[in-house]
């Protein structure tokens, strides 16, 4: 299956989830739930807390089904924005400040993907190879660790405006490295 047919796959699993179609939300979990599980233990740390927050963010996905446009984007990257929020969001709770200092915070990830996800994420490390360091560098604090523009900023001493435009070069060529729907 090619990247518009597993997008066009996608769409319309979210559109029968719309309509209350529970085996489409049960395929559409099985699709992504492993590379959304990932995301959220990358900036989490903490495995139960990103099973805690992949079950949530499929509730949310059923919720808002009937919000989803796909001229507006791929379902994958719908859902992995929604992850990323809420992870952030959770990361920056007191609670898990509070935690922060726990040992053996568990931080495998099962790998569970498919074959197609296997070349997915084959590509998006070669795509991230071809990146300059400096931008390779915004980009994963910003996705993997979870950093805001300005804790970038001040992580690698460089203005705030000098991150943005990073990110954005950044994600540009991602983008035309990965084909013009495929970004990560």
């Not at 996905?61 to 809420?86: N, Q």
């Not at 300059?132 to 970038?152: D, H, N, T, W």
Request: charged fraction near 30%; hydrophobic fraction near 45%.
């Amino acid at each position: 299956m090619d990247a518009a047919e597993d997008a066009e796959l996608d769409a319309e699993l979210v559109a029968r989830m719309a309509d209350g179609d529970r085996a489409a939300m049960s395929e559409l979990y099985a699709r992504h739930s492993s590379i959304l599980l990932g995301l959220a233990v990358r900036i989490v740390k903490d495995r139960r807390e990103a099973e805690d927050l992949l079950h949530d963010v499929f509730l949310e996905a059923w919720r808002a089904a009937r919000t989803f446009d796909p001229k507006r984007g791929r379902v994958r990257t719908w859902l992995a924005i929604r992850m990323r929020s809420r992870a952030l969001d959770l990361q920056k709770s007191a609670r898990v400040s509070r935690n922060a200092g726990d040992a053996g915070l568990e931080t495998q990830v099962e790998d569970s993907a498919s074959a197609d996800r296997l070349g997915d994420h084959a590509r998006v490390r070669a795509a991230l190879s071809e990146l300059g360091p400096e931008q390779k560098r915004v980009l994963e604090l910003a996705y993997f660790e979870g950093l805001s523009c300005m804790e970038i900023a001040q992580k690698i001493a460089i203005p705030v405006g000098t991150v943005k435009s990073r990110l954005a070069a950044g994600l540009d060529r991602l983008r035309g490295a990965l084909g013009s729907g495929a970004a990560p």
